[in-house]
């Protein structure tokens, strides 16, 4: 948990994927990620396939947010739009992914506030060393 904690500090973001369902390790993790750093993936289709022997689909998605409201003390909804307002801010500060921030920002109604703005004004992300 040191290099966990150690990331953390550095501002790297973290995907929770379906492993979260069956670690006691990875939950520990899905715990201590503070929520401007948290991110969800699947591992499609690989992730269930070595976990359970069964092909992954994209909706394993909706058991690792439910797992993840369950673990942080949270609502499905405000895990929802926490990640998505991470993601937002990860492709909006990327000069090559301009164009895919503003597609993802039309495909939300076009909607740019994000829930979560004042955590990050709290928790800016750290420039990495030179």
């Not at 929770?16 to 969800?40: C, F, M, N, Q």
């Not at 929802?80 to 500060?93: E, G, L, P, Y």
């Amino acid at each position: 948990m040191d290099i966990l904690r150690g990331m953390i500090q550095f501002g790297c973001c973290f995907t929770i994927g379906v492993e979260v369902l069956y670690s006691d390790h990875i939950k520990a993790i899905a715990k201590a990620v503070p929520d401007h750093l948290l991110l969800t993936e699947t591992d499609n289709p690989g992730g269930l396939k070595w976990l359970k022997g069964e092909v992954g689909m994209p909706r394993a998605i909706a058991n690792v947010v439910d797992a993840l409201a369950e673990l942080r003390q949270s609502t499905l909804e405000l895990i929802m739009h926490t990640v998505q307002a991470n993601f937002s801010r990860m492709i909006q500060d990327n000069p090559s992914l301009k164009d895919a921030h503003v597609i993802w920002i039309l495909a939300r109604g076009g909607k740019t506030e994000e829930p979560g703005a004042q955590e990050r004004e709290d928790h800016p992300r750290p420039k990495p060393p030179e």
